[in-house]
């Protein structure tokens, strides 16, 4: 058995502090917990931070899931590659890179559903892989899963114009996928992220600050509407209420299967 040096326990101590406080910043940074103002280390001075706080270097996401070409298994693989295939149903086709279809586990109880892909999002073939998608990442292992344990998709499968709203012919052609996937998946619990994916879905054009929060129902579908992350880097202040929503979806899941509280 080798002898333990005091700088093999001072290295022990000190990579430890480093998994704390990166842990620590990720939950700071969806608005799980408040930084107190204090220095969690003597060696590596940090700055104090108030209130949630925004990580330097964004870790890349933790799960690509398949990427463009590569195939999910069973009746989504199916779904993708002979009923979408390469879909020109509406005019979305015309600027994309890839399709994105979703990503993640086929047997997910929980999925989460987005408007739409952005540009990384297009480039990759893969949902919710840039800042925002950073961030959703690490609201998901708060939660004490993974992109791996989740299933993650968007309304429609291919990148609006600049960014914009998708219209409402083309989440008409669209929405039978996300219909489809749903239904193959069977999760327990979805969360929509953003105004336009909750109103779309829901047929509701309630506000989303008065939306979230509460449950609601997709086809037959337990489903909790809450901020878009993107949103969420626009305005931190939200962050606590989405990780309020999220509290919500974990209490849902942990209980046994039932209409929700
Ligand atoms: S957005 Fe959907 S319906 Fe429109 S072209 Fe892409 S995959 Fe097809």
Known sequence: MTTKTPEDFASAVETLRAALRAEVTDLAEIGAVTLPRVKLSTRAPVEPVAGPAQAKTPPA?????????????????????????????????????????????????????GEGPGADEDRQ?????GRAGQLLTKMIKAMGQSRDDVYICNVVKCRPPNNRDPEPDEVEACEPFLK?????????????????????????????SRMRGRWHTYEGVDFMPTFHPAYLLRSPEKKREAWADLQLVMKRLAAPSGPPD
């Not at 073939?125 to 892989?129: D, E, L, M, N, Q």
């Not at 489809?180 to 509701?204: H, S, W």
């Open 180 to 208: 489809a996937q749903l239904e193959i998946l069977k999760p327990r619990v979805i969360v929509g992220m953003g105004r336009y994916a909750c109103q779309t879905l829901l047929q509701d054009r309630t506000p989303i």
């Open 125 to 129: 073939g893969i949902p919710f892989v």
């Open 61 to 113: 996401p933790t799960s690509a899931g398949p990427g463009p070409g590569a195939a999910p298994p069973g009746r989504l693989q199916i779904l993708q590659q002979e009923t979408l295939g390469e879909c020109t149903r509406c005019k979305l086709h015309r600027g994309r890179t890839h399709i994105v279809f979703g990503v993640g586990n086929p047997d997910a109880d929980l999925v989460f559903v």
